[in-house]
């Protein structure tokens, strides 16, 4: 733990919580002190807990699932979706779609949607249409685009969830908690922590917290798949050193049988020698 860690956390506002009457007793546990009237976060407990989260999430991304981030408050949304686009992460900043993990097969059909009215345009069928029915799968497309088109190539459930204020998510919580996905969370003092795997005792509503928090997780991430690319580079390696001295034992059985073929030749020579030599001195016995 660095001092120069705890020294960003305050210059962003991250000890920042909640006035005391809004407090969550369960969050006790991660409050230093109150300050006028209002409740300051331990931030070296918040750099132990953020280190524990940066290296469970750089696991997940080396093992190659995908890290859903999401956060629908305006403070948030832009912050999310910039440092998601820079990992490669599927991301919700729009409104949670009820059901988006426990009906994920639904959720699917309609990213699909999106991707035939994609094709519609490209094959030109989209301009046989009325001007009516252009205008309807137009406004459906921008639709399922502002809502779903940043999770469109999540073709399965994510490893993990990483949520910015887990009171506004709370839907998104719930289906996470059902179908045991972990879930790494910016908990604030307002906040129940009961139920969330990787607790962040953190400001959830400054946007300089938000985006020093995932700068940090966002660094983890990319280090997850650097290590998943790397190990991937020497697998391949590997396997093209293996298939590789299979053609100098071919090369070793050309030279053993160009070997074997001298020596019969070699052998045939002095046969033919001999047999000249033996020639020889029979037909000088018979002019003797």
Known sequence: MSKNQVKELVEAGVHFGHLTRKWNPNMSPYIYME??????????????????????????AASGRKIL???????????????????????ITERWPGGMLTNFVTIRK????????DRMKQDGTFNS?????????????????????SISNMTRL???????????????VKEAQKLNIPIFAMVDTNCDPRGID?????????????????EHVGTAVLEGLEERNSSKEKEEDNS?????????????????TKKEVKSKVAKESSVAKESKEADDKKTKKAKK
């Open 240 to 256: 093209k050193t293996e298939e590789a001295p299979a053609p100098k034992q071919e090369v070793k059985e050309e030279s053993e």
């Open 158 to 172: 994510p490893g993990a969830i990483f949520i910015v204020d887990i009171l506004r998510e709370k839907i998104a």
């Open 129 to 149: 249409l009325s001007k009516k029915e252009k205008l309807q799968i137009g406004r459906l497309r921008d639709k399922l685009e502002k809502n779903l088109g």
């Open 198 to 214: 990787y607790v962040i005792p953190s400001n959830d509503d400054a946007s300089k917290s938000i985006s020093k928090i995932l």
């Open 35 to 60: 300050r006028n009237g209002i409740h300051i976060i331990n931030l070296y407990k918040t750099v132990a807990k953020l280190d524990e989260a940066s290296q469970a999430l750089k696991k997940i």
């Open 110 to 117: 309609a990213v699909k949607k999106m991707s035939s009215i």
């Open 69 to 91: 981030f999401v956060a629908t408050k305006k403070q948030a949304k832009d912050i999310v979706s910039e440092s998601s686009k820079k990992i490669n992460m599927p991301y």
